[in-house]
């Protein structure tokens, strides 16, 4: 089964060199990791939403998740400027949709996902890691 984006995330913070933070990228490869690092660290990358903190939400119980990033990454297409679907819909119903996102995954994964929109990149992530383990990737 497909790790989690924050377990991934951890799993990479573990690592002490460079080939094993690369191989634990390659081998938990998923669209949604690739969305996820292009959306923290791809400049050409801009979200249509506040940056800060978002609005209160009711995180989902950490067990016990209707949902995961990993289903829900698909949706990232209404927050990203120039997406069509991003585009032809309205601030307030972004923002609903962002929050809703939040409060179906993870508590970690939702965590992580604000601190994509704010473009924070987590600790032991690097552009050489990315560039290596996924050419192509990042635009910029």
Known sequence: MAKQIYEVIELLNKQKTKVDKIKVLKENESWALKDFIRGVMD???????????????TAAEEHNCPSSFLRENKKL???????????????????????????????????????????????????PIVEEAFPGLLRD
């Open 43 to 57: 400049s050409t990358i801009e979200f249509l939403l506040p940056k800060g903190a978002p609005p209160p939400y």
């Open 77 to 127: 297409a209404y927050f990203v400027k120039g997406s069509p679907k991003a585009e032809n819909l309205p601030a307030l119903k972004r923002e609903s949709v962002f929050i809703g996102m939040l409060e179906s995954i993870n508590p970690n994964d939702a965590q992580l996902m604000v601190e994509m929109i704010n473009k924070k990149v987590p600790k032991g992530l690097t552009r």
